[in-house]
């Protein structure tokens, strides 16, 4: 059973409400689920427990404040959901290095707003896309979901829809022949006219391609918060490349953080496009009778 929707929802709840008393009981209600039941799916989706998870997102948006705001560092710690600043600084000294105080005296300063990629290539990552120039491609040290940096798409006044961006990846498939893989992500947007999302595709020796998924079934669209989304695709024996990243279509931002591809079980559903759901088995109203 799918369970992305339902996880979808519980980390919008966590996102709206980081500064908040987050509870188990609460979380799950939100989405239907048993507390047992909701620990094991939320788990296993994103391979971490509910509390690490919020802890995760708490110590991201304490650095924030660390580098951006004159609060006290008590103040930041209460604000993550500790009751001391002795245990915030243990917690932030193990997911940073660095105690808080010093990472606001080495970084406050440091880094450049928005670096563009020209000038910041990011290991592994390239981009392409229909007039790819058009837009923005910059890393993000304002916006992330987890570490210090995410990636982001932007474009304002698109006069054409159809341009797209995207920063991806390709690799080998030989690890992955015969098997179910998920590549998952976090992904964040503002006023977005056209779409954006996830996109995994599956070729062959000549490029061919063998499976697709870009989440246009399921696009991101407008304001939202981070929030987690996948693409699963069986790999057939004769594939020879995965390529996979993500894409903005038309006006607005997009930013995208903690990507993982994995190989998972047959119990989770696949993404690609199906030509049986998508078309009818024949053809219908063919004298416009009805």
């Given amino acids: 059973m799918d369970y992305t929707e339902d996880i979808q929802k519980a980390l919008v709840y966590i996102e709206e409400n980081l500064t908040e008393t987050l509870s188990l009981e609460n979380i ?7 507390e047992f039941h909701f620990q094991r799916v939320f788990k296993k989706q994103l391979h971490m427990g509910i509390y690490k998870y ?8 304490a650095s924030l404040l660390l580098l951006n705001s004159e609060l006290k560092i008590l103040d930041i710690a209460l604000i993550s959901g500790f009751s001391s600043q002795e245990a915030f600084s243990r917690v932030f000294k193990k997911y940073y290095q660095l105690a808080p105080r010093q990472y606001r005296v080495q970084f406050k300063h440091f880094f450049r707003r928005n670096l563009k990629m020209s000038n910041a290539k990011i290991k592994g990552w390239l981009v392409s896309g229909n007039n790819h120039d058009k837009y923005e491609i910059t890393l993000d040290n304002t916006h992330f979901h987890s570490g210090k940096q995410s990636v982001k798409i932007s474009r304002n006044n698109s006069l054409y829809t159809d341009d797209f961006a995207t920063v991806m990846q390709q690799v080998s498939a030989k690890n992955y022949l015969n098997q179910r893989i998920r590549l998952s992500a976090y992904l964040k947007s503002d006023q977005i006219e056209g779409w954006g999302g996830l996109w995994l595709r599956i070729d062959g020796k000549e490029f061919e391609q063998l499976k697709f998924d870009n989440m246009q079934n399921r696009p991101i669209e407008g304001t939202n918060d981070w929030n987690y989304y996948s693409s699963v695709l069986d790999v057939p024996q004769e594939a020879e490349v995965l390529n996979f990243g993500f894409l903005l279509q038309g006006e607005g931002t997009l930013w995208a953080d903690d990507f993982c591809l994995e190989i998972v079980t047959e119990d989770v559903a696949t993404t690609d496009f199906d030509s049986e759901q998508r078309y009818p088995a024949e053809p219908q109203n063919l004298s416009f009778g009805e």
């Avoid at 919020?54 to 948006?61: D, G, L, M, Y």
């Fill in 28 to 34: 799950s209600k939100k989405v239907g689920m048993s």
């Fill in 54 to 61: 919020i802890q995760k997102r708490r110590i991201a948006n």
